[in-house]
């Protein structure tokens, strides 16, 4: 008897569930990974964990494609809330999942922005120095810039790291963050960014090392921020930012079978 297909089903915009024909959700191994126009990763199932019973994946690199029996199905990065079975596109808009309440707290004026931010809908201004940023996303937010004031260095991609980084806009008593960034950057502006990179990874393996070493506990901890936003830039940020690219251009989420624009 032939073993039954797994097919990849979503429970949210970005989370993935594998369903064997006739049976309910699986443990999702051996997953292939390949690339047309879009990025590729290997092993991503060392990423993944059981499913069953609707437990959350963890979240693998970025925004991956999954090919399960051969055919494209859909991207996968972890969300941890419940919805409809369906197949899901490569880009969640993280700004949905504000409340009217959060988006009063996103105050920031884009004349201020720091040149740190990755482009993306979240991003800061003018901000206090109290570093408070981390204690609530430490995942998406660092210090840095003349006045080491707060940035974001990686998008939101579940409604639980939104509600973490609307955390750090509240507690923040300049009101520098903004989450307008869809209608602020443009696909020639995000291009700019990517180009000049290098004058961020330099400042930011830069600080990370004067850091790494200090006698603050808070720039210590910070300074692994650093090495992971170091990581992301010679890595998996490419990959975001041809679909944020995507999003902008077409104001729609890109589908499997859409080419992503260039970088």
């Not at 109290?130 to 974001?152: D, I, K, M, N, Q």
């Amino acid at each position: 008897m032939p073993a039954p297909q797994l097919i990849a089903n979503a429970v949210s915009p970005t989370t993935v569930r594998t369903t064997r024909i006739g049976e309910g959700p699986q443990l999702a191994t051996g997953l292939q990974i390949a690339s047309e126009g879009l990025p590729t990763w290997s092993g991503i199932e060392k990423a993944m964990v059981g499913m069953s019973n609707g437990a959350r994946t963890t979240r693998p690199p970025n925004h991956a494609r999954l090919k399960v029996s051969g055919q494209w199905r859909q991207s996968m990065t972890g969300v941890d809330t419940p919805g409809e079975w369906g197949i899901v596109s490569l880009y969640w808009d993280p700004t949905s999942a504000l409340t009217p309440e959060q988006r009063g707290d996103f105050r920031g004026r884009w004349d201020d922005l720091l040149w740190l931010n990755v482009p993306g809908p979240f991003w800061t201004g003018e901000t206090d120095t109290c570093w408070t940023g981390r204690l609530h996303a430490p995942e998406h937010v660092l210090y840095g810039g003349e006045y080491f004031s707060e940035f974001v260095y990686r998008q939101p991609r579940t409604t639980a790291e939104v509600a973490a980084l609307a955390e750090a806009a509240w507690d923040d008593p300049f009101g520098g963050y903004g989450c307008d960034g869809d209608d602020r950057w443009t696909p020639d502006a995000v291009r700019i960014w990517w180009r000049e990179r290098d004058r961020v990874i330099q400042y930011v393996e830069q600080l990370s090392q004067r850091w790494i070493a200090s006698e603050r506990a808070d720039e210590r901890e910070a300074a692994a921020g650093l090495q992971d936003f170091a990581s992301y830039l010679v890595g998996p940020l490419s990959d975001d930012l041809r679909i944020y690219l995507y999003w902008l251009i077409e104001r729609r989420s890109p589908n499997p079978s859409d080419r992503l624009p260039p970088l």
